[in-house]
């Protein structure tokens, strides 16, 4: 790499989040897309990039705070697209909606659909994640928006009697392992691979053990499954819990539920859709007192009317109608939210949790489920620069993905 051409940011003045804590008196500086170091303010920040071959660009973040870009894992689309029936634009579309978010990484989630539309929307995914990769060896190109770390299926191998907003024509059995063939791998080698189960369907164990010998990082949800159907499970390879509280079994004190086993499995790290519609803010402190913080995941479940209000929406066959912000399908259900990470982050810091761990909730736990963490997730030395920059309003002021800015009110 030519390093003459290599921008650099020095990020000054800006309250940082980092997994020590928060550092109020320190400056960030970012050599292409990566954080290369985190300097104490005492010391002259300027000695670092005193090299007059970059471009150098000073960001003054007075009175905001700087915190690891969010990462999303659970999300099927935003701004009117679906993305199981979206091509690359409607990604896209979706990518630049996140980044003005605070949303860097997010992974594109399919609900159960047609082999054909899977098929398409692989390719879509295959499409955007090879223009992020061009963009990013581009270093002066604007960025792309919130990254695609690669595709979630939310089923179609789930539990029918658990299907929540889940079209279940489309749910299938599993009898053996050409019946996973229609999950089309990523071309990207750094492509994560991640599907909701329920461990509990005819062959279920076989099937988890099936998908990760392919690559798959195994979630349980929608499911009913008894505790040693999911002790079975986990000791396949599952280790995350799909939406905790929804579309799962609950905790009763002679039944403790899949609800009562997540809470309980030490292994097992757990997502909610803190938007207070689909968990109760008591569920939600509960969630967190059993799981720790180092378990808990934020997600947002966002469905396509996400960003677009209140009104009427067609899509996953239905009309889903969004009241006051909360979606309702032709069954009088919840299908999904209209929020973003950053709307979960201000639930949990109205509930008093440290800013520091909301940051490992919404960024640090979902890379580290991912295997994404020596990535992103955290702002540490080394790691690629995505960070958000949110005023005290809590408002996104500045969003950087990969060291370049994506988002800048
Ligand atoms: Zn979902």
New binding site residues.
């Given amino acids: 790499m030519n390093d003459k051409k290599t921008p650099t940011l020095l990020i000054k003045n800006a309250r940082i989040v980092t997994p020590d804590g928060t550092l109020e008196n320190v400056a960030l500086v970012i050599k292409g897309s990566r954080i290369v170091s985190v300097v104490d303010k005492s010391h002259d920040a300027g000695t670092k990039i005193d090299d007059p071959s970059t471009s150098m660009r000073e960001i003054d973040l007075r009175g905001a705070t700087l915190l690891p870009g969010f990462v999303d894992l ?1 999300i ?1 689309g935003a701004v009117g697209v679906d993305v199981v029936s979206a091509d690359a634009e409607g990604l896209s579309k979706v990518a630049k909606y996140l980044a003005g978010q605070g949303t860097t990484t997010w992974l594109p ?1 399919f ?1 159960p659909a047609r082999d054909e539309e899977y098929e398409s929307a692989i390719r879509a995914i295959d499409e955007v994640m090879t223009r992020q990769a061009e963009d990013a060896n581009n270093s002066h190109q604007a960025a792309f928006g919130a990254r695609v770390a690669g595709v979630h299926y ?1 089923g179609p191998f789930v539990n029918r009697e658990m299907r929540g ?1 889940l079209r279940s024509v489309y749910f299938k059995d599993y009898t053996d392992a050409r019946d996973v063939d229609f999950m089309r791998k990523l071309r990207s080698s750094n492509a994560v691979h991640f599907t909701t189960i329920a461990p509990e369907i005819p062959n279920g164990i076989e099937l988890t053990k099936e998908l990760i010998r392919r690559g798959f990082i195994i979630s349980i949800g929608h499911t009913r499954a008894d505790v040693a159907t999911l002790d079975e499970a986990c000791a396949a390879g599952a280790r995350h819990v ?2 905790l509280y929804n579309a799962m079994t609950g905790l009763h004190h002679r039944a403790p539920g899949v609800v009562g086993w997540a809470l309980t499995k030490p292994e097992m790290t757990c997502e909610v859709i803190a938007d207070l519609l689909h968990v109760d803010e008591f569920a939600l402190q509960i969630a967190l007192k059993c799981k720790g913080v180092e378990r808990m995941v934020l997600v947002s ?1 966002a469905v396509a009317p996400t960003g677009l209000g209140d009104g009427e929406y067609e899509f996953w066959d239905e009309t889903i109608k969004v009241i006051n912000g909360k979606t309702e399908n032709e069954r009088g259900g919840l299908a ?1 939210s209209v929020i973003t990470i950053l709307d979960a982050v201000r639930v949990m810091l109205k509930l008093d949790v440290p800013l520091v761990d909301v940051a490992r909730m919404a960024a640090t736990n979902p890379a580290r489920v991912l295997g994404i963490d020596a990535e992103t997730g955290s702002i540490e030395t080394g790691k690629r620069a995505d960070l958000v920059a949110v005023d005290d309003a809590g408002n996104v002021r500045m969003t950087l993905v990969g060291g370049r800015v994506a988002f800048e009110v």
């Fill in positions: 659970h099927h989630t609900v939310e907003a799909t939406h479940d999904g």
